[in-house]
């Protein structure tokens, strides 16, 4: 007797099954690390409280993360196209779990900020992956449907981690106050852990490129001696070795940049493909991607500080007063994407960009004009409009500076657009010691009270209008009707590895575990 297709039984069913349970763990995978990246924000302000962290220890919470998973983002994605993309993924996940639990159960703010570096290279292992994984899993037919998945799961998490942070900060669940913010992570993780070792199956790249560690070394410390003394400068006195740490950044940038010629010639792996340079969309894109991440970076800070320092708001108010940005956010993103981008090409991304400026400054007059008695309805305003820029700017951007880049650099192209970010944000959150926390403490000296923190932000939201007006500007560089780049197809925020367009090569079959 033999078993119909339609059979419960039959093995194409059970491996369809087996495909769309493994979509929802590695979907699951990649909602935790967005989660994370927003629901320490709010709570940021209580940790400060809690365990007298100082102000460069709060950011460091988050710059550390953002830089650890920039410096091994790239790499994350070669070693799954090395060893194995499923046992990436599910090392990646392990290791955020236990680093999630060693951020929750943090004794002093050095250890919290150590946990989440470790949280960062972590999540590095584990994200480059998912799309890896969906590649592997679903024919190029199917991968519409499963990106729009994504897309939206990417809006999911930008409206709910605030919201989440701060829900789970002002229950104070078992007298835990802040900690659930991390130990939230544990079930998911475990039992992603648990069952992803069952339903996913594993695969490499056919043709993996090499690992670049001295690379990733150069990058880290020409990053870290520009990241620290801006963090650290100011409640140091701004001493010597401060700048000296930043100068010699820019010299490791020029060993870096030597190295990596070197190692193209050598082997053709380098972390950076520098070639990509040339293309002058590219390199525009580059740079809006890395400013793009400092405004974020510099914005979502001083936002809750202002919010719930300043103000005195809760963290359930500060999150809740966030809601209409991240839905006007969410919204222009799927407009954009659909409508918009194709018809209008890089207009859209600048007006994006001038409309996000446009937002800002209304927000400088409206905190200046009703000062600390302003109302969260007031600020719906500026927050809906900044949102609605945003959104237009971030779902097609990666489509835009890749389009006219190589086919055969898609993926390295993608990687390098996914760290620039991050350590534009990283850069982002070390920058608000000198725009935010300098302009608080002189105001405070004289007597300002809480009002400083009104100027503090002010001064912040001010830079990142001027930043916005230059994202705007370097947008003329990009094509003016950008068309998908290889790879990316329905994608908005690609993090892939080098060998991303992997489909036009034969890719071995997939071996099921369990």
Same mark, same amino acid.
């Given at each position: ?308 320092? $300043? &103000? %005195?708001?809760?963290?359930?108010? *500060?999150? +809740? =007063?966030?809601?209409?940005? !991240? ?5 222009? /993103? ?52 900044? $949102? &609605? %820029?945003?959104?237009?700017?971030? *779902?097609? +951007? =990666?489509?835009?500076?890749? !389009? ?5 650099? /898609? ?62 500007? +370097? ?40």
């Amino acid at each position: 007797m033999t078993t119909s297709p339609s059979s419960p039984t039959h093995p194409d069913v059970e491996q369809d099954r087996r495909r769309w349970f493994a979509l929802a763990i590695v979907m699951v995978a990649a909602f935790m690390d967005l989660v994370d990246v927003t629901i320490v924000n709010v709570a940021l302000p209580t940790i400060q409280h809690d365990e007298g962290a100082s102000t460069g220890q709060i950011q460091w919470i988050t710059a550390g993360y953002a830089l650890a998973f920039a410096a091994l983002l790239i790499t994350g994605g070669r070693l799954g196209d090395i060893f194995g993309r499923k046992r990436l993924f599910l090392l990646g996940i392990a290791g955020f779990t236990a680093a999630s639990a060693l951020c929750g159960f943090a004794a002093n703010p050095e250890m919290l900020v150590a946990s989440r570096i470790v949280q960062g290279g972590m999540a590095a292992l584990m994200v480059p992956q998912v799309l890896s994984i969906v590649h592997a899993t679903f024919p190029a037919h199917e991968r519409g449907k499963v990106f729009g998945l994504f897309g939206a799961i990417v809006g999911l998490g930008a409206v709910t981690g605030p919201l989440l942070g701060a829900l789970l900060t002002e229950w104070n669940l078992f007298g835990l106050e802040w900690r659930p913010i991390f130990l939230i992570n544990l079930p998911v993780g475990i039992a992603a852990l648990i069952l992803g070792t069952r339903v996913i199956s594993e695969s490499k790249a056919p043709t993996a490129l090499k690992l670049d560690l001295v690379g990733v070394v150069l990058v880290t410390l020409a990053m870290l001696a520009l990241v620290y003394p801006l963090t650290q400068g100011r409640e140091n006195g701004w001493p010597v070795w401060g700048y000296v740490m930043m100068a010699a950044s820019v010299v490791i940038v020029a060993v870096l940049v030597a190295y990596e010629k070197a190692k193209a010639r050598r082997d053709g792996s380098p972390l950076i493909e520098l070639s990509l340079f040339k293309v002058k969309s590219f390199a525009a894109g580059i740079a809006v991607q890395t400013v793009f991440g400092v405004t974020t970076g510099v914005f979502f800070l001083t936002w809750t500080l202002y919010m719930q320092l $300043g &103000l %005195g708001w809760s963290a359930l108010r *500060a999150g +809740l =007063t966030g809601v209409p940005f !991240s839905i006007a956010v969410s919204v222009a /993103a799927g407009i954009s994407v659909q409508q918009l981008v194709p018809r209008f090409g890089r207009k859209v991304l600048q007006a994006g960009a001038l409309t996000m400026a446009a937002g800002v400054l209304v927000y400088v007059w409206e905190s200046g004009h009703y000062g600390l008695s302003i109302a969260s309805w007031q600020m719906a305003l500026p927050l809906v409009v900044m $949102g &609605l %820029g945003m959104g237009l700017i971030v *779902a097609p +951007l =990666t489509d835009a500076v890749l !389009s006219e880049v190589p086919r055969e650099h /898609a993926g390295s192209a993608s990687g390098l657009i996914n760290t620039v970010m991050q350590m534009g944000n990283a850069l982002g959150l070390s920058l608000v010691s000198v725009i935010f926390f300098n302009v608080v403490e002189d105001h405070m000296k004289q007597g300002a009270g809480n009002a400083a923190f009104i100027d503090g932000f002010q001064n912040a939201l001010v830079w990142a209008a001027a930043i916005l007006v230059g994202i705007f500007l +370097l947008m003329f560089a990009l094509p003016r009707k950008p068309v998908v780049a290889a790879g990316t197809e329905g994608d908005e925020n690609p993090v892939v590895t080098d060998e991303q367009d992997d489909e036009r090569k034969p890719e071995p079959e997939p071996e099921l575990v369990g």
